[in-house]
T-cell receptor, first 116, second 115 residues
């Protein structure tokens, strides 16, 4: 079974600063997808960014980028120029690409607070 | 393009009662997933449909839980003889097979409280 570990239960960053959320995973698969989802307070889960394991280039979406280290099984999320609206729970998720129907396996999440 | 919708958004029930939740996926999506999220945890996979076929069920899905997706459109998740431990947020997600990284889009969830 795949496990996803987010070692930072809570983090805080000041507006306009940069913050990095960590995620590690354990798998024997060679190809898979990785995702970061954002869940604002009392609101629904939103996709932030995604990465294919066979692509060495790190994914980037505007202020959000990842540092994907396949050998280390690490998938961290960097948020640049943090905004108050970035306050949310952030979940790292792993998707195996066979048999399982593409179910997502989530970490426990990191609660990010952006302060003025 | 409307997103994934779920109904009801909140449900309070007494232990032992049956409850049913509905999920309407994004219209062209042929895969539909149910997850359960308890307080302070990430979502956990329950079950998955491709079109009308239920292709996988998690061991979390006890025999009190049943899910259907008639005609491959909306889906229902029924919990029979609810227990206090069933209190959680039930999330539905949908995706299009073969689409960009099989990305799943989530609904707002149904929050269940069993008294």
């Amino acid at each position: 079974a795949q496990t996803v570990t987010q070692s930072q239960p809570e983090m805080s960053v000041q507006e306009a600063e940069t913050v990095t959320l960590s995620c590690t995973y354990d798998t024997s698969e060679s190809n898979y997808y990785l995702f970061w989802y954002k869940q604002p307070p009392s609101r629904q889960m939103i996709l932030v960014i995604r990465q294919e394991a066979y692509k060495q280039q790190n994914a980037t979406e505007n202020r959000f980028s990842v540092n994907f280290q396949k050998a280390a099984k690490s998938f961290s999320l960097k948020i640049s120029d943090s905004q108050l609206g970035d306050t949310a729970m952030y979940f790292c998720a792993f998707m195996k690409l066979r048999d399982s129907g593409y179910a997502l396996n989530f970490g426990k999440g990191t609660s990010l607070l952006v302060t003025p | 393009d409307t997103g994934v919708s779920q109904d009801p958004r909140h449900k309070i029930t007494k232990r032992g009662q049956n409850v049913t939740f509905r999920c309407d996926p994004i219209s062209e999506h042929n895969r539909l997933y149910w997850y359960r999220q308890t307080l302070g945890q990430g979502p956990e996979f329950l079950t998955y449909f491709q079109n009308e076929a239920q292709l996988e069920k998690s061991r979390l899905l006890s025999d009190r839980f049943s899910a259907e997706r008639p005609k491959g459109s909306f889906s229902t998740l029924e919990i029979q003889r609810t227990e206090q431990g069933d209190s959680a947020m039930y999330l539905c997600a949908s995706s299009l097979a073969g689409s960009y990284q099989e990305t799943q889009y989530f609904g707002p969830g149904t929050r269940l409280l069993v008294l």
